[in-house]
């Protein structure tokens, strides 16, 4: 009677258990070496992906980001360009006309043109020659305007041929939140005065004092009232000027029909045509009437 200790459990290994250590057993030493193969394989691996990396980093790739990363704290916008492109052209200004205005009086003038949609210019400028005022005239110009800029009846004792000088421009972008919906529109609403019937009237052959008028009728066609609106009129002979003067119609209301008339007292060549420009800045608050109540 064979006799088992109490606490003690009989444990029985199965025929695939014993086989199983009997193969570890007899094996153990060759996976011990295919794993030390195997790590070795993966930390080679490791080290070689590693070394390329610091050799791309210090003599390929890595070059070129080092360049692009230093570049970021430099300032490569080239601003003047953007503020060139954002600045106004300059204005042109046309050779400088002289015209007899009576005995010992000239009428000069100049053309200047602002090419800019988007300025429009305040200067001050004068006419430069022996024995005229230095005194300096206040002018503007509207976007894309283009008209004379003068000074007429000046004393000389001699036909000048002066030179135009402006200084202390001021240029004055519109802007797009008060000039609605664009400027063009805004404009041409307080602009619109209607010129009709443009004529010259020779000076009376019989008269002792000959005097050569301009008549012509304007209509305030906008839905404003102005304090005072200037004309410059030049009379051509035909594509020449050979007289100017200036006609200011005070007080035109809205739909208001003025005839207006201007007059030259000294002896002018043949005229063919009548040319009437507006003179009007529309920038100008105080050159509006009060709306009446």
């Not at 492109?85 to 400088?96: D, G, I, N, W």
């Not at 135009?164 to 041409?188: C, K, M, N, S």
């Amino acid at each position: 009677m064979e006799i088992v200790p109490s606490g003690s459990s009989e444990e029985k290994l199965s025929e695939s258990q014993l086989k199983w250590g009997l193969w570890w057993v007899n094996h153990q030493g060759q996976l011990k070496t295919v794993a030390t193969v195997l790590l070795g394989a993966v930390a080679f691996a490791l080290l070689a992906y590693g070394s390329w990396g610091f050799a791309d980093w210090f003599f390929g790739s890595g070059v070129h980001e080092r360049s692009d990363i230093a570049t970021l704290t430099r300032n490569l916008t080239d601003y003047t360009s953007f503020r060139d492109a954002a600045m106004p052209e300059k204005l042109s200004v046309q050779p400088t006309m002289t015209l007899p205005a009576g005995e010992g009086k000239y009428d000069l003038l100049a053309r200047m043109v602002n090419p800019n949609r988007r300025w429009w210019v305040e200067f001050d400028f004068r006419f430069v020659d022996s024995g005229l005022s230095d005194r300096l005239q206040h002018g503007y110009l509207l976007p894309t305007d283009s008209r004379y800029l003068y000074q007429l009846g000046v004393s000389s004792d001699h036909k000048p041929s002066p030179s135009f000088e402006i200084a202390d421009i001021t240029w004055h972008r519109v802007d797009g939140h008060e000039v609605q919906p664009d400027y063009l529109t805004w404009a041409t609403k307080r602009l619109n005065f209607i010129i009709d019937r443009p004529e010259f009237v020779p000076p009376d052959a019989k008269s002792a004092l000959p005097v050569s008028r301009a008549r012509f009728s304007v209509t305030n066609d906008t839905a404003y009232g102005y304090v005072s609106v200037p004309f410059l009129v030049t009379l051509l002979s035909g594509e020449r000027v050979v007289a100017a003067n200036r006609v200011v119609v005070t007080g035109l209301k809205a739909g208001e029909v003025r005839e207006v008339e201007s007059s030259w007292f000294n002896d002018l060549p043949n005229v063919t045509r009548v040319e009437v420009k507006l003179e009007l800045n529309i920038f100008d608050p105080t050159v509006y009437l009060a709306p009446e109540s």
